[in-house]
């Protein structure tokens, strides 16, 4: 590309950014037109755009005096957190050596075959349920690759609760933004063997994610994960500004298939990350990454995000119908900038 007109459409797209940010700053909302300048931005520099909001944010939102306690995952997790900042910065994940405890992960999976949940359309032929359904009613016969839990349902989960308000999940968040963490997305979802090639729809083909300037997400499994049950997979140092190839960054914000991706990585630079129930994964999903097909079983996988500004992708208003953990109605109370999406 002709370095003027990349220098042009740069500075086109910085320009829309900042036009959105300051209707993002009245409104609360981002405008369309800005998020995918936003993306394109990221794009044309490699994620280096990215970089320099997440520095102007981190002086703006400087970080918070977290509460010094015990939080569900217990201290141990916290004697990690260092090493998971460190990780996370150059490598881009980290598997914590401390899991969910036993119980937790009991009343999750109760939740995820008891509670109702939606079933996502994908590239097999599956078709979005209009209503919601029971995933244990057709757990022997899955009707498509994906079922998700609403994240209004999931904030009102009393475990979901307790885990946004640990606040060893908060030091690594804080930490790894290096600004105030906002609780964001939620997910909860089975992966099941419907179709025996991957699904777009369902996030089995390599991408990178980009809903906000710089955010961390915490994967937890909620069931056993081998080569078979398929495991999330990452490509090691993707995450950083240039660890997307401008070639691959030049497709745009779409779905790469793995020949794509194994023209410009090396083998050994993918980690799939296997483990039994209770494993979590913090990840910064800026790198390429996606969940390889599931070949047999089925895998229920919990995510939280904590970001360092709700700038970017717009989502369907979630508000806490009922506090149903102590901890999180303390949290909510006194660090309401921290759960601004959910509370308020």
């Known amino acids: 590309m002709n370095v003027l007109l990349h220098a042009a459409r740069i500075a086109v797209n910085a320009a829309r950014v900042a036009i959105g940010w300051l209707a993002y700053l009245a409104t609360g909302r981002t405008p369309a037109f800005s998020y995918q300048a936003f993306i394109r931005l990221f794009c044309l520099t490699g994620g280096r755009s990215n970089d320099m909001i997440s520095q102007a944010l981190a002086l703006a939102n400087p970080p918070a005096s977290l509460p010094d306690t015990c939080g569900v995952l217990g201290d141990a997790i916290r004697t990690e957190s260092a090493a998971a900042i460190e990780s996370l910065r150059s490598r881009g994940y980290y598997v914590f050596q401390r899991r969910l405890p036993d119980d937790i992960c009991d009343r999750l999976m109760r939740y995820a075959l008891e509670h109702p949940c939606e079933l996502r359309a994908d590239d097999a032929g599956a078709r979005a349920s209009t209503g919601k359904r029971s995933y244990a009613a057709e757990r022997a016969r899955p009707a498509a690759t994906r079922y998700d839990f609403t994240m209004q349902d999931l904030v009102d989960n009393p475990e979901v609760q307790a885990l946004l308000a640990d606040p060893a999940l908060l030091e690594v968040a804080q930490g790894y933004l290096g600004s105030r963490p906002v609780a964001d997305v939620l997910g909860l979802w089975w992966n099941t063997a419907y179709a025996p090639a991957p699904s777009s729809e369902a996030a089995q083909y390599f991408h990178f994610d980009l809903d906000r300037p710089k955010w961390v997400k915490f994967f937890v499994n909620l069931t056993d994960v081998t080569d078979e049950s398929g495991p999330h997979t990452f490509v090691q140092g993707s995450h950083r500004s240039g660890g997307i190839p401008a070639s691959l960054l030049a497709k745009g914000y779409t779905r790469l298939s793995d020949e794509e991706v194994g023209a410009s990585f090396a083998p ?47 989502y369907a208003p979630v508000r806490v119908s009922e506090f149903r953990s102590d901890a999180f109605r303390e949290l909510a109370a006194r660090y309401p900038a921290v759960y601004q999406a959910f509370v308020g």
């Open 268 to 314: 050994d630079r993918r980690v799939e990350f296997l483990g039994p129930r209770g494993t979590i994964l913090a990840e910064d999903s800026r790198g390429l990454h996606k969940g390889k097909n599931v070949a047999s079983g089925d895998r229920l996988m919990l995510q939280l995000q904590f970001s360092n500004s709700l700038f970017g992708a717009t």
